[in-house]
């Protein structure tokens, strides 16, 4: 059962902006870091983004600068804010929960398609 909703994702020249969201349960929400990986046609699954209760974010390198982890703990949904997309941004887009015993939850992933 998926438990993590998405949505956000679409069509955008590059240069653009989309901004990804996630809805989680409160119970998964509150004790997990929640992250944000992509998955590329031929590629392997690669981590984007985290951000843990705190509200400590960190990001990979490919999207330092471009893009924005944030969390709202009254809605239990974390968005990611993508700016200045560019084509090698296009790809599959998965939230994740991790909680403070390693359980992991995936959302169904949300097409972020960027075109040149």
């Known amino acids: 059962q998926v438990r993590l909703v998405e949505s956000g994702g679409g069509l955008v020249q590059a240069g653009g902006s989309l901004r990804l969201s996630c809805a989680a349960p409160?119970?998964?929400?509150?004790?997990?870091?929640m992250r944000w990986f992509r998955q590329a046609p031929g590629q392997e699954r690669e981590w984007v983004a985290q951000?843990?209760?705190?509200?400590?974010?960190n990001y990979a390198d490919s999207v330092k600068g471009r893009f924005t982890i944030s969390r709202d703990n009254i809605k239990n949904t974390v968005y990611l804010q993508m700016n200045s997309l560019k084509p090698e941004d296009t790809a599959v887009y998965y939230c994740?929960?991790?909680?403070?015993?390693?359980?992991?939850?995936w959302g169904q992933g949300t097409q972020v398609t960027v075109s040149s």
């Open positions: 994740n929960a991790l909680d403070y015993y390693g359980n992991n939850d």
């Open positions: 409160g119970n998964i929400f509150n004790k997990s870091r």
């Open positions: 951000i843990i209760t705190s509200g400590t974010a």
